[in-house]
């Protein structure tokens, strides 16, 4: 039994006892130990199930206690945390991503270097999470930034995907104008629920440009936007941009509809996204997933001229979870912490999500209706060199703010030319 559950499990006998003999009605017993959890991704059965799992797992190991975990969307979870945090309340745990760092500074959340198993998560995804020396979430999630395309739409344009799988600057420009010249959408994506995805081709081509150094010290401050290689890159996807890469209704259409909208209607021949596109995608047709004969591909964003790292790719941590300051039961939440991130259950979440994870797992072979798919996405990893982080994990402050409404949403919106979007991200990010 648990050190604290044991010491409330004697306290509790006590005072029963007490009351049976002065006939007292007796007092709540250890029954009524419950774990508060919420969490994000309510509309992702394989999510939903996975931590709902380890929540019964918990129950089983710590007979009489209790996990509630509470399902949110993103922004409304956002918000209540939001609401809660400050006034020393909320749950005992909650999900959060990595960029969130105020929760840190605002000492809403506790360093969790001493309470869990980090024998069980990557050194790398951990990093992600780590600091002034101290980790501060259980990286849960893991992704990489890819270029999915339609098969079948491809063949159509009667292009062939190369053999490296890489198109050049002017090849991917010249699929652009082939997709809309046939009535297609060259790119599904949209920013009306979200802070980073319209910025996914501008930030994949800068990295591969600049390389790993020169990208992080473009969003810390330390390099110009008006530096001639990402004026370079920014005329380009501005090029991308005027021949009608994006859908119309760009600024509002959600997260979540640029799936539906990429797999189902009307259609696009691609989709930037992150490798938890398969959180929406693989649920069942009936619930908005895509059909189960989607040609489903996995293209590498495309080489850029010059490149210092063509060969670069984004690999990042998402959906993690972290104990709330305010806890009263911090050594049972961090318990709970444990029980979703044991090999047994990152193999699960490999095989269910088909998604990458921060916990160690050993999957050598995948089945499953999905394993063509997990099989050609480690393919398109092969020969990678990953940057961990993206840019919404670098900036802070005014940098931010810009980051999410110029390189999100006013350059690739066909709002701001390339030159406006330099001085507007030179002022509120470069130091000089």
Known sequence: MHACFATRYVAVVGLVTFAVLFGAVPLASAQDV???????EADEPAKVAFRELAARNLEKSHPGVKVKITWYEKNPLFAALKTALPAGKGPDVFYLEPDQVEYISAGYIVALD??????????WARKVWTHNGKTYGIPQEAYTVELFYDKDALKKLGVALPANAQFTQAQFLDLVKKARAAGMTPVSQGVGDRP???????????LRKLGPDDYQKLFTGKLSFADPRVVEVLKWVKELVDAGAYPKNFMTLKLGESHYYFYTKPGALTLPMGSFYTGRA?????????PPTFPLGIMQFPAMNGGACNECKTSTIGASFAINAASKQKQLAAEFLNAMSTPEMGKMWIETVYLQTGIKADVKNFSGPHAAYFTELMERQKGEKYFIGQPRDMVTGECKEAFAQVLNSGFPGGLLSADQTVQMMNKSCYKG
């Open 114 to 123: 001493d309470l869990v198993n980090w024998n069980n998560i990557e050194p």
């Open 282 to 290: 693989f649920v069942p047709e009936d619930k908005g997933g895509q």
């Open 196 to 206: 980073y995805p319209g910025a996914y081709i501008a930030v994949e081509s800068l």
């Open 34 to 40: 419950t774990l508060e959890v919420w969490s994000h």
